[in-house]
């Protein structure tokens, strides 16, 4: 993924925490629609895997059920 498109989700990240979605939105849309299919599947692998960076919150495992 080239370094542009990295700091254009993480910032859209960012702003999306603050509750500022539409700029979020004007931020990272534009390198998603300009991303070949090769950086598309990277964003979207990133995107998945950074869920959290979006909302803010931390993964947390269930408590197991004793039996």
Not at 1 to 14: D, F, I, N, W
Not at 28 to 38: N, Q
């Amino acid at each position: 993924m080239r370094p542009s498109t990295l700091r254009a989700l993480k910032r859209a990240a960012e702003l999306t925490r603050q509750n500022r979605l539409t700029e979020a939105v004007l931020i990272a849309e534009p390198v998603i629609i300009a991303a070949d299919s090769y950086e598309g599947d990277e964003i979207l692998r990133w995107l998945a895997d950074h869920v959290t960076d979006f909302t803010g919150e931390t993964e947390t495992k269930p408590d197991k059920e004793t039996p």
